[in-house]
């Protein structure tokens, strides 16, 4: 069975390249080649016996900080002959500049899993509770005259949802035939309707037209008879359907 071992709380050589980055204050653009591989071998000397699958990632970056130290001591220009036999020289490229991005992606995933595991510890400070059933309760209640609950606010947030509905089931082509009703005439059909209906009505039921006047007359005739408390509203909680009944009915 193969196993892992981390070397001294490092997850491999990048990590302890930056470790040693960091503790001797290196800038990660400009890397002393000299310096790092020095304490980078120091510390390969003083490991001890390791899986040979950890120690060998640790020999292989060993060998390319030595390599990028021999490019570094080389002339940082090469002479070539252009096509007219005259000499061209041309300045190379870093042979850190590998090194280096793999150390800035390296160091970018770090912090990602150091945030994570912050965000994971947090999330464990929190305690849930799986919802419990209650449909065995909701048949015990009962509609009761609440109409005291039932605001303004709730019946102009219930009248913005049914234009809404109306808005999104309006046909592309519609034939309009304008008819003009009086709210004292639709406050009679509104409250027939809920004197013959056998229990609470609900407040989308009260618009059988679809267009706007006939809408708006409506409402506003709902709002009449509550207010000469001919009808009782209702609304079993928060954003709740409306429910209503007339006077003598509930």
Not at 138 to 162: E, P
Request: hydrophobic residues 40%.
């Amino acid at each position: 069975m193969l196993m892992n071992f981390k070397t001294a709380g490092f997850e491999g050589p990048l990590d302890l390249l930056l470790h040693l980055i960091k503790t001797l204050e290196i800038d990660i653009y400009d890397i002393p080649m000299h310096e790092i591989t020095e304490q980078y071998l120091l510390y390969i000397q003083t490991m001890q016996e390791l899986e040979l699958d950890v120690a060998s990632e640790y020999l292989v970056m060993a060998a390319t900080l030595l390599a990028i130290k021999s490019q570094m001591l080389l002339p940082k220009y090469n002479e070539a002959i252009d096509e007219d036999g005259m000499y061209e020289e041309g300045f190379q490229e870093d042979p850190r500049d590998e090194l280096v991005t793999r150390l800035i992606e390296y160091r970018k995933y770090k912090e990602a899993s150091i945030k994570l595991k912050e965000k994971e510890a947090n999330r464990l400070l929190i305690y849930t509770k799986p919802p419990s059933d209650l449909s065995e309760y909701s048949s015990q209640v009962a509609m009761t005259n609440t109409d005291k609950t039932v605001t303004v606010y709730d019946m102009l947030g219930a009248f913005h949802k049914l234009m809404r509905r109306q808005r999104l089931q309006k046909p592309l082509h519609t034939k309009i035939t304008r008819e003009e009703i009086s709210i004292e005439k639709r406050m009679e059909e509104v409250y027939e309707v809920l004197e013959n209906a056998s229990d609470w009505m609900n407040f989308y039921d009260l618009f059988p037209y679809t267009d706007k006047s006939n809408i708006v007359t409506t409402f506003l005739a709902i709002l009449e008879l509550l207010k000469r408390n001919q009808i009782f509203i209702q609304q079993m909680g928060n954003f709740d359907d409306i429910w209503l009944t007339a006077k003598g009915m509930e």
